[in-house]
């Protein structure tokens, strides 16, 4: 039961253009949302979050949206940059759980094209 | 230096055997987890400690044992290695106490292999 899906394994963008990396959720108890960054050989690190009283959260060139009533959530990166590629996780964290269960995303290759 | 370190960062091992796998911050973080990657599955949640006398199983935890040695410290054991426990294990830190204590810090990983 994938409670956080990542529909796409895989999306490629020219550099300057805009990134949008998609996620979709089931569970109605996700109260707060983050996506990490994974280079290879490294583990993932922290990007962005949003909690669900908001519906975006701006961070330099991250936004990420938050649509509650689709359960859905979405990283835009503009300008996205060749640095950028890289595998994005978004995750999720359970209300009264306080982030110390997170649920994850099968991943997004992002590939950006100089 | 790392803060959230791993160790060894490649394993090789053969089915039956017994492994460990060790986890160590410099984050005074009082919370560690180990999740395991496979492909197309992302993250899951094999244990996670609040403190050294706290532990919890997560949504995989069947085949895995964990100690918590130290605050520092959070160890991962296959008391009997089978093929499909080969994945990347990842450990985990966060701080309880901070605003932001939604956010994990991770490790660079350990691959291993168990043929």
Not at chain 1, 29 to 54: N, Q, R, V
Not at chain 2, 46 to 74: L, P, T
Request: with cysteine; charged share 20%; hydrophobic share 30%.
């Amino acid at each position: 039961d994938q409670q956080v899906k990542q529909n796409s394994p895989s999306l490629s963008v020219q550099e300057g253009r805009i990134s949008i990396l998609n996620c979709d959720y089931t569970n109605s108890m996700f109260d707060y949302f983050l996506w990490y960054k994974k280079y290879p050989a490294e583990g993932p690190t922290f990007l962005i979050s949003i909690s669900s009283i908001k519906d975006k959260n701006e961070d330099g060139r991250f936004t990420v949206f938050l649509n509650k009533s689709a359960k859905h959530l979405s990283l835009h990166i503009v300008p996205s940059q060749p640095g950028d590629s890289a595998v994005y996780f978004c995750a999720a964290s359970a209300l009264g759980t306080s982030g110390s269960r997170l649920t994850f995303g099968e991943g997004t290759q992002l590939t950006v094209n100089p | 230096d790392a803060d959230v370190t791993q160790t060894p960062r490649n394993r090789i091992t053969k089915t039956g055997k017994r492994i460990m796998l060790e986890c160590s911050q410099t984050k005074g973080h009082d919370r560690m987890y180990w999740y395991r990657q496979d492909p197309g599955l992302g993250l899951r949640l094999i244990y996670y400690s609040f403190d050294v006398k706290d532990i919890n199983k997560g949504e995989i935890s069947d085949g895995y044992s964990v100690s918590r040695q130290a605050q520092a410290k959070f160890s991962l054991s296959l008391e009997s290695a089978i093929p499909n426990q080969t994945a990347l294990y990842f450990c985990a830190t966060s701080d309880s106490t901070a605003s932001s204590s939604y956010e994990q810090y991770f490790g660079p990983g350990t691959r291993l292999t168990v043929t």
